[in-house]
């Protein structure tokens, strides 16, 4: 029987290499990278536009001031989990034209593209993503060390897993251009030396069959 909090427990942790601080506001705080998010929800929810997605359900810019104009999008992000379709909306928002205080107009070409991510990080947020930097968690460094820790254990799983099925790839390879493939894969790691011989074995039982 699946439980309500499967989903947001699988995304609540975020990595500390994937946090970086707010910049460009009023306010001060951590944020969750968006290009992780979308690996995170690509490797537990499937393909973007198969698995998961997002849509921009509205848009438009809105004059805040006589040089400010500020960009706004609402964003839908859906997704499939336990065979059903979810899906939740939020607005992003990002200043498109300003005056500095030094009397100069800024135009943020990019302006768009910032609204959508804002509100797509946001949505995603709403099912767990990043949870821990949005429930306020982040701003405690004893839980900071705790997540990182968490991140080190899944990542060495996932290299052991990885190496695992890499030995049987190396006994299923029928050409010496495969076992490069796999050798390459794994010529930064530690595990280098082990598929160096392994790879250099498979080798002499093609060239001797």
Known sequence: MSNNLDLW???YTTDPSAVKPITGKSYKGSSPKPYWLIEQATKHLGACGIGWGINVIDQGFQQCGPSDVLHWATVEFWYKWNGERGSVQ??????????TNAGKLMVDEDAAKKSVTDGMVKAM???????????GRWDDSKYQAEASQYHQAEKSA???DKFEDAKK?????????QLMVIYKEFAQTQYK??????????????ENA
């Open 9 to 11: 427990n699988l995304v």
């Open 125 to 135: 947020s709403m099912v767990g993503f990043a949870g821990d930097i949005f429930s």
């Open 169 to 177: 790839r190396i006994a299923d390879s029928k050409t010496p251009q």
């Open 158 to 160: 996932a290299v052991v």
């Open 90 to 99: 939020q607005m992003g928002g990002t200043k498109a034209a300003y005056m």
């Open 193 to 206: 030396d082990e598929i160096t011989a392994l790879c250099a074995e498979r080798k002499k039982e093609l």
